[in-house]
């Protein structure tokens, strides 16, 4: 059975940082794209973040310069560093493992992400 479990969500102010984890059970890491979508309330599910097996990255453009992906190959978990952050990337975050970043096979149950002064 593949898990996805993320963590670091919480409540901070515009201009601040959050990090978010995703730790992946069984073998799915070694093969599969791994990545974050976000769902604001009223909206799409939409694509944040992607990262390869080798390391490739891909944000949205709404993200580009102010979030950052990694992943830990040996820990099997995946990282989203969110810096800046405003209040329109407040939603709920999902971690998503799959071989098309756009058709995530796994997801995970989703963490609240919060930004609000």
């Known amino acids: 059975q593949v898990q996805l479990v993320e963590s670091g969500g919480g409540v901070v102010q515009p201009g601040g940082s959050l990090r978010l984890s995703c730790a992946a059970s069984g073998s799915i890491f070694s093969t599969y794209i791994m990545g974050w979508y976000r769902q604001a309330p009223g909206k799409q599910r939409e694509l944040v973040a992607g990262i390869t097996r080798g390391g490739d990255t891909n944000f949205a453009d709404s993200v580009k310069g102010r979030f950052t992906i990694s992943r830990d190959n040996v820990k099997r978990t995946v990282y989203l560093q969110m810096n800046s952050l405003k209040t329109e990337d407040t939603a709920v975050y999902y971690c998503?493992?799959?071989?098309?970043?756009?058709?995530?096979?796994?997801w995970g149950q989703g963490t609240q992400v919060t930004v609000s002064s």
């Open positions: 998503c493992a799959g071989l098309l970043l756009g058709s995530p096979a796994y």
